[in-house]
């Protein structure tokens, strides 16, 4: 669950947000539209680093961002695929469980799951920093799922994935929600959102954030698209 209140962000002289508020349940996937540069990753940013924004109120599950505990109930893969280079695939991902306080046996199993799944089993011994972009993103991906938390925010984390990797990102995805989470991610493929998303989060040409429950199909949000935020 995230709350965002009356939130405004301005980068030196240019406003970004001027009291935008939106409320996002469990059980439910939600993308994340709008044209390039209007605020998508302004609005991410908020939600997950709390000293990001210049007023407002995010709370995640019931919990004020700017919380310590708050960060075991949420795990944000950024657009920035430049992170943990000097570690390798293990190495990170050994990390991310442990910073997660999860169950290291449990954990371990579903690495292992996930590592064959995303066809990174034997990869996980090299550096991140020789991944290739696909690579990382994999890896960054399978970090947000081994965090065990239940609240993924993801910035267009279907950017590098081939087909198969695609397959696989959305059934991970559709049985992570199905167990009671929220996923919300950005995304520029209307056809996606409309086919795969509960719900699709709008910035509009005036930065304002309004929802689409149930997209019908692509043509719907289509015609918001272009009349809304264009
Ligand atoms: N650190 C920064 N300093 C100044 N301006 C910034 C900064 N980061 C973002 N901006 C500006 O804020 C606006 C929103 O950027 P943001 O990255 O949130 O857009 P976006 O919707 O995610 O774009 P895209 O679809 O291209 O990824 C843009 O005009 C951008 O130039």
């Known amino acids: 669950m995230i709350e965002v209140n009356n939130l405004f962000k301005s980068y030196g002289d240019k406003t970004i947000f001027e009291d935008v508020s939106c ?61 943990f280079l000097n570690l390798t695939g293990a190495e990170y991902l050994k990390f991310i469980i442990q910073l997660y306080r999860q169950d ?4 371990e199993e579903k690495l292992k799951r996930l590592s064959v799944m995303f066809k990174l089993d034997r990869s996980l ?20 799922f081994l965090s065990g938390a239940s609240n993924l925010i993801l910035d267009e984390p279907f950017n590098g994935l081939d087909p198969e990797s695609v397959a696989i990102l959305k059934k991970m995805l559709l049985e ?15 056809d996606l959102a409309a086919n795969f998303c509960d719900n699709v989060l709008f910035v509009d040409r005036e930065r304002k ?4 429950e149930n997209p019908r199909n692509f043509n719907e949000l289509e015609t918001v698209f272009f009349t809304q935020c264009v």
Do not use: C, W
């Not at 290291?104 to 954990?107: D, Q, R, S, T, Y």
């Not at 992570?176 to 209307?190: K, M, P, Q, T």
């Open 176 to 190: 992570y929600r199905d167990a009671g989470n929220l996923v919300l991610f950005s995304i520029h493929n209307l």
């Open 209 to 212: 954030v309004f929802q689409v």
């Open 23 to 83: 409320s996002l349940k469990n059980h439910r996937i939600y993308a994340l539209v709008g044209i390039n540069g209007i605020g998508k990753s302004t609005l991410l940013n908020a939600i997950t680093q709390p000293f990001s924004f210049d007023r407002g109120k995010v709370s995640i599950d019931g919990i004020n961002n700017r919380l310590f505990e708050v960060k075991f109930h949420f795990f944000y893969v950024p657009d920035s695929k430049e992170m």
């Open 125 to 144: 011994n090299e550096y991140i920093a020789n991944y290739s972009l696909g690579m990382k993103q994999k890896v960054y991906l399978m970090a947000a």
């Open 104 to 107: 290291e046996k449990i954990a």
